[in-house]
């Protein structure tokens, strides 16, 4: 617990807030993650300012920003690349040796494709959810958590609906049809 509140003060003191001298969490040429200036006559900052600053940030980092080294990078896609390779030769058919009549390359990919078919969630009734969740509040509306889950929801309903496509897709490739 100590060295949790020392880090914490040491971190994300009030120097974050010092008006006279701004923190910035890191900065180059390319980006300045920093806090919003405040405002003149010192009142809050409006949210919008805020949402507008993470919005101005990029997408993507180099590991310099999280305090890495900019080798850390090439480490993680290195381990990435060799796991892809992994998983790639694991779906290569395991067949004996010569004619020895083994499975296709196309009969063991379709079997994979019907077994994760079986094995894929149906998606979430998400109007049903929506009518419990909202039945649950005497206010008649959601509180944040609740929105969350239908957002969380909606994402996994999108994600199961794409795999399902893919797999027939897939399916549909292994007959020839596309």
Request: proline share 6%; aromatic share 10%.
């Amino acid at each position: 617990r100590r060295v949790v509140v020392t880090y914490l003060e040491e971190y994300m003191g009030d120097f974050l807030f010092d008006t006279f001298q701004p923190f910035h969490f890191y900065f180059n040429e390319q980006v300045d993650y920093k806090l919003p200036d405040p405002n003149k006559d010192n009142s809050p900052v409006h949210r919008d300012v805020y949402a507008q600053q993470i919005e101005d940030m990029p997408m993507e980092n180099s590991p310099e920003v999280f305090g890495l080294h900019p080798n850390a990078e090439i480490g993680y896609l290195t381990n990435a690349t060799k796991q892809l390779w992994v998983d790639l030769l694991e779906l290569q058919p395991r067949t004996g040796g010569g004619d020895t009549g083994g499975d296709s390359r196309e009969t063991v990919l379709e079997g994979i494709v019907n077994d994760l078919t079986g094995q894929i969630p149906t998606p979430f009734d998400r109007k049903a959810i929506f009518k419990a969740e909202k039945a649950k509040n005497t206010s008649g509306y959601l509180v944040p958590t609740q929105v969350v889950l239908l957002q969380e929801l909606e994402r996994w309903n999108n994600l199961v609906e794409r795999m399902m496509a893919t797999l027939k897709d897939l399916k549909r490739a292994l007959a020839g049809i596309i």
